[in-house]
């Protein structure tokens, strides 16, 4: 589950960043309006703000992260939810983060470490998932360019690819 908490904007440089509306946003990272609505609606992201006639406002790390999902989703093929769960996972990352270093209790720690850990190795799952299917795909286009490559050598006088089908 994506986390629903107001994204953490204390480490930005500026005390009052420039904030964008919906369509500079769109335009700066060449997504459309209806999808970043639809990641706010996933809970994907959460706008900066609202004006005072209730405009969506961004800011600099809405396009970033906007930007990160994009990346996902087109770049290495994520789906939507695996992106969702990725997010949370770095948003866990942070809490725990700050939580293992709140406490001395090895007990408390130990249970941090292992709650991590398991997220870690569903990441490294879903990762090696998407990896295989690359890999299934890559070895499938290899088999078609070695057949084209058999199409390219009976035009030059090489053997039939397929002489059961000249019966």
Same mark, same amino acid.
């Given at each position: 589950? &994506?986390?629903?908490?107001? +994204?953490?904007?204390?480490?930005? %440089? ?32 959460? %706008? ?5 006639? *209730? ?25 939507? *939810?695996? &992106?969702?769960?990725?997010?949370? #996972? ?15 209790? +090895? ?6 470490? #292992? ?9 490294? *799952? ?5 990896? #295989? ?12 360019? *070695? ?11 090489? %053997?039939? +690819?397929? %002489?059961?089908?000249?019966?």
């Amino acid at each position: 589950m &994506v986390s629903t908490t107001t +994204p953490d904007r204390s480490n930005l %440089p500026d005390a009052s960043p420039k904030l964008l509306r919906i369509q500079e946003v769109a335009a700066e990272t060449g997504l459309t309006t209806r999808a970043i609505r639809y990641y706010e609606e996933l809970r994907l992201l959460e %706008p900066a703000g609202r004006s005072d006639g *209730a405009y969506r406002l961004y800011d600099a790390s809405d396009l970033e992260r906007l930007r990160f999902i994009r990346s996902l989703r087109d770049d290495a093929g994520f789906s939507l *939810a695996q &992106v969702g769960q990725l997010l949370e #996972d770095e948003a866990a990352r942070e809490r725990n983060r700050e939580r293992f270093r709140s406490t001395q209790d +090895p007990d408390e720690r130990r249970a941090i470490v #292992d709650e991590a850990a398991q997220r870690v190795e569903r990441q490294i *799952a879903t990762l090696r998932a998407k990896r #295989d299917r690359l890999d299934t795909m890559i070895a499938e286009a290899e088999q078609r360019l *070695a057949h084209l490559g058999a199409h390219r050598a009976e035009l030059d006088g090489g %053997p039939d +690819p397929h %002489p059961e089908r000249r019966r």
